[in-house]
């Protein structure tokens, strides 16, 4: 069993992957706009979100699928950036973000 600590370097080393799969999957324009220090924010948001808002407890279809609302979750990564004082990002440019994040778990499912 992993102790407290091998967990917490495991999470940040798949947290670190999951940054620099959305950094490479976001349009260069994004790539240069949306820092690496501010997906890490994202990313952590997005998790937020997931356990905030229910769907990780939804019930998946019967191809095992769940549905999830990328639209309202960059809505919300936009409004939370916004009111932290993060910065201004469009629900639009933060759509990529999420996009790629799901994209990212899925390949992990694949493999």
Request: overall charge negative; aromatic content about 10%.
């Amino acid at each position: 069993m992993a102790s407290f600590e091998e967990e917490l370097l495991q999470d940040a080393a798949e947290d670190a992957r999951i940054v620099e799969y959305i950094k490479t999957h976001l349009p260069s324009e994004l790539q240069e706009k949306i820092t690496e220090e501010e997906l890490y924010y994202f990313l952590d948001l997005i998790v937020d979100y997931y356990a905030e808002s229910g769907v990780l407890d939804a019930t998946p279809d019967k191809d095992g699928f769940v549905e999830i609302d990328t639209e309202a979750i960059a809505n919300h990564l936009s409004a939370k950036a916004a009111k932290e004082g993060v910065g201004k990002f469009s629900p639009e440019d933060l759509l990529f973000v999420v996009q790629a994040e799901l994209d990212y778990g899925l390949e992990q499912e694949e493999n």
